[in-house]
T-cell receptor, first 117, second 112 residues
């Protein structure tokens, strides 16, 4: 079974508007972490934001926020005031704390975001 | 600069050749891992290590070997390259107790 699912292969947004990238996850581990990474066309992996399963508040980092709905097992990334430089591939990833999963990141398939001027 | 260094950045191999992808980090991170990235499939874990002398298999280990003789280095060996191993390979490291992973810049490998 897919542990991380990103159902949007591609998304388009107008510059300066907000956009939400979807991510759902599957785990029975009560302790886990959720990550979002950005991969521009140059290929590097850029860390954006992290949410721990026990965190009470949604994570925010500048224009990025993570809409964490634990009961629904979703961890959507919200980018406010989109910029042309936000055009990239975005990956959702999860790390489970327990057992043999310790430390391993599992990635979704990615969403390509295109920001139009 | 501190970080994860991967070499080479690009490589073309012939089917059946062997080679080693290098990964080094200077942050004293305990955890290191190798991923491959293929179109439409995200990043998939090949092998990982939680410390010197300790390695384990990830999701797609077949055709690859690793070793971790030092904290700093985590090389990935392709034993007999196959066209199915054409991919972009990323090395990543993390310090125990911290959440952030640091990724290398990747190695683009083509097997012909």
């Amino acid at each position: 079974a897919q542990k991380i699912t990103q159902t949007q292969p591609g998304m388009f947004v107008q510059e300066k508007e907000a956009v939400t990238l979807d991510c759902t996850y599957d785990t029975s581990d009560p302790s886990y972490g959720l990550f979002w990474y950005k991969q521009p066309s140059s290929g590097e992996m850029i860390f954006l934001i992290y949410q721990g399963s026990y965190d009470q508040q949604n994570a925010t980092e500048g224009r990025y926020s993570l809409n964490f709905q634990k009961a629904r097992k979703s961890a959507n990334l919200v980018i406010s005031a989109s910029q042309l430089g936000d055009s990239a591939m975005y990956f959702c990833a999860m790390r489970e704390a327990g057992g043999t999963s310790y430390g391993k990141l599992t990635f979704g398939q990615g969403t390509i975001l295109t920001v139009h001027p | 600069n501190a970080g994860v260094t991967q070499t080479p950045k690009f490589q073309v191999l012939k089917t059946g050749q062997s080679m080693t992808l290098q990964c080094a980090q200077d942050m004293n991170h305990e955890y290191m891992s190798w991923y491959r990235q293929d179109p439409g499939m995200g990043l998939r874990l090949i092998h990982y290590s939680v410390g010197a002398g300790i390695t384990d298999q990830g999701e797609v280990p077949n055709g690859y070997n690793v070793s971790r003789s030092t904290t700093e280095d985590f090389p990935l060996r392709l034993l007999s390259a196959a066209p199915s191993q054409t991919s972009v390979y990323f090395c990543a490291s993390r310090r125990s107790g911290f959440n952030g992973y640091t990724f290398g810049s990747g190695t683009r490998l083509t097997v012909v």
